[in-house]
């Protein structure tokens, strides 16, 4: 590539010293050929203004003669070919050859005898020459002959000659120049390429285009000033983007958020998350050396879904555990009551028992009519008793089986719940209550927990991804997602959510969802919550 583009260059720059040292050399020859005829002219005219119209009328063309004497005076002085002096017949009075005086002039005079001033290259008794002409006039301006000077066009030739050599020399240093130029601009684009050729390169450009588009991966490139330059396939899914985007700004592509933070590099680290829409992302920026980056995504929302099953699934596995231990003790009691012939204690005992679980189930389900919520809240009741934290529904609480999505509404319960559960584990009388109520179409949710509350200054943070108090899970998924997703499914629907203190000085999470609910079978009384969905206790 360095050969190949130098001698391009360098082509190129002889090409253009020839095309200007053409141009230059073309008008040269001409604007020579005219000064000598306008020298030849001035001497014409200088000569026609002296004494040579008297001594014209007043003697015979002689080689002796006074208008000879002066014309070959006028010639020695002005270094000129010859100054020939002819009356109005064009007959010589002068002339460098006296032999020639008394002749008629070789070239036509007519245009000098009718008063003209006549410039012209011509050939003569002497040769080729630039001549110039001009009438001779007497005291009274009457045309009496008229003055030829010429200049031998060999002088101008030679002049023409001369000058060559220190224009080619002026374009022999623009030629060395030029190449010095065009080295330097191959050997700089040789290190940028790094000495590939330029089917090495066309190949690297194809095999980039195959594999950006082909990992499953997304990649986005931005350029120093913090617009796109360059985006795959995976990562217009990812990112929800168009096909139009290159050249506009990153902020203007996504808008604002922690994902358009990250991708810009104003939040710093490696492997951050982000949560776009419903995916949660993984991203790692690379600055590159003209100020740009390149980012790339990895889509993490399966992991984290699977990571948040997991954590469930532990939490189930450890209550089924310790009400297995529970049940044990419940038997052996029973049977201690059996064996000690205690058999109407031993009825009471097991009516108790099963009494409780009855009725935590009961008390949901009165409230909640929709089926997934409700087996959601039964189930962590069961958890949550097993780390000490006892979760009611408030007594206010009723939920119409109308959900429009109900596994959006479990996600954000699911996600609030186990939040309360882990702040208020291990207070004294650990305690979270979830109130659930609807107005029309719009659904409300309450979760107050006595733990040790948000404190003002964090109540904005606790929605940003990554944020967390909490300790990385063994199964490496990242905390601090579970509010931003709460958040994105409120705006999502038009609604809200607000974080406030509890009556017992715990944190309370209330989230407004308008349109989560569809509108009642005709002829149905809308069951739900009288009370302003907005004036939920806070």
Not at 25 to 45: C, H, I, K, T
Not at 530 to 537: E, L, S, T, Y
């Amino acid at each position: 590539m360095f050969s190949q583009l130098l001698l391009i260059q360098v082509a190129m720059v002889t090409g253009v010293t020839v095309l200007v040292t053409g141009l230059f050399l073309a008008p040269l020859s001409g604007q020579l050929d005219d000064q000598a005829m306008r020298r030849a002219l001035a001497v014409a005219q200088t000569t026609a203004s002296s004494r040579l119209a008297g001594d014209l009328l007043a003697s015979r063309p002689a080689p002796d003669g006074p208008v000879q004497a002066e014309a070959e005076r006028i010639r020695r002085a002005t270094g000129s070919e010859y100054v020939v002096v002819m009356d109005a017949r064009g007959v010589r009075w002068s002339h460098p050859n006296p032999a020639r005086i008394g002749g008629v002039v070789s070239t036509d005079p007519s245009g000098a005898l009718a008063g003209r001033d006549v410039l012209e290259i011509d050939s003569g008794t002497l040769g080729r020459s630039a001549r110039g002409k001009v009438p001779l006039r007497d005291g009274d301006g009457r045309i009496v002959g008229a003055v030829s000077v010429g200049i031998a066009y060999d002088s101008v030739r030679a002049r023409f000659l001369a000058e060559i050599p220190g224009l080619l020399a002026y374009a022999g240093g623009a030629l060395a120049a030029g190449a010095l130029a065009a080295w330097l601009i191959a050997r700089r684009v040789q290190r940028q390429t790094r000495d590939l050729a330029f089917s090495d390169i066309a190949a690297l450009l194809a095999e980039r285009e195959a594999m950006l588009h082909g990992i499953r991966e997304g990649v986005v490139a931005l350029d120093g000033a913090g617009r796109v330059r360059l985006v795959n396939d995976e990562a217009q899914r990812l990112l929800d983007l168009g096909s139009r985007v290159t050249g506009r700004p990153l902020d203007e592509v996504l808008g604002g958020g922690r994902t358009a933070d990250v991708l810009a590099g104003r939040v710093r680290g490696e492997d951050l998350v982000a949560v776009h829409g419903r995916r949660v992302l993984v991203a790692n920026r690379m600055p590159t050396d003209d100020g740009g980056a390149v980012v790339t995504l990895r889509d993490r929302t399966e992991l984290e879904r699977l990571g948040r099953e997991l954590d469930a699934t532990r939490g189930l596995i450890d209550a089924l555990r310790a009400q297995d231990h529970e049940h044990a003790n419940r038997m052996h009691t029973l049977l201690g009551l059996l064996q000690l012939e205690l058999h109407e204690e031993a009825v009471e005992y097991l009516t108790e028992v099963a009494g409780v679980h009855r009725t935590t189930a009961e008390q949901v389900t009165e409230k909640v009519h929709d089926p997934l919520v409700a087996a959601l809240l039964v189930g962590k009741a069961t958890v949550a008793a097993e780390r000490g934290v006892a979760l009611r529904v408030a007594a206010g609480s009723l939920l119409p089986d109308r959900l429009v999505a109900p596994s959006e509404l479990v996600t954000v319960v699911g996600n609030l719940v186990d939040n309360a559960v882990d702040a208020a584990a291990g207070s004294p009388d650990a305690a979270v209550e979830v109130e659930l109520g609807a107005r029309g179409r719009t659904a409300v949710l309450r979760v107050a927990d006595s733990g040790p509350g948000v404190p003002a200054e964090q109540r904005e943070a606790v929605f940003t991804e990554g944020w967390s108090t909490k300790l990385r899970p063994s199964h490496g998924a990242g905390r601090g997602l579970g509010l931003p997703l709460v958040r994105r499914l409120a705006e999502r629907h038009g609604g809200r959510v607000e974080v406030g203190t509890a009556a017992g000085g715990g944190a309370e999470f209330t989230v407004v969802l308008p349109e989560a609910l569809a509108e009642p079978p005709p002829g149905r009384v809308p069951d739900g919550d009288p009370a302003d969905p907005g004036g939920v206790r806070h």
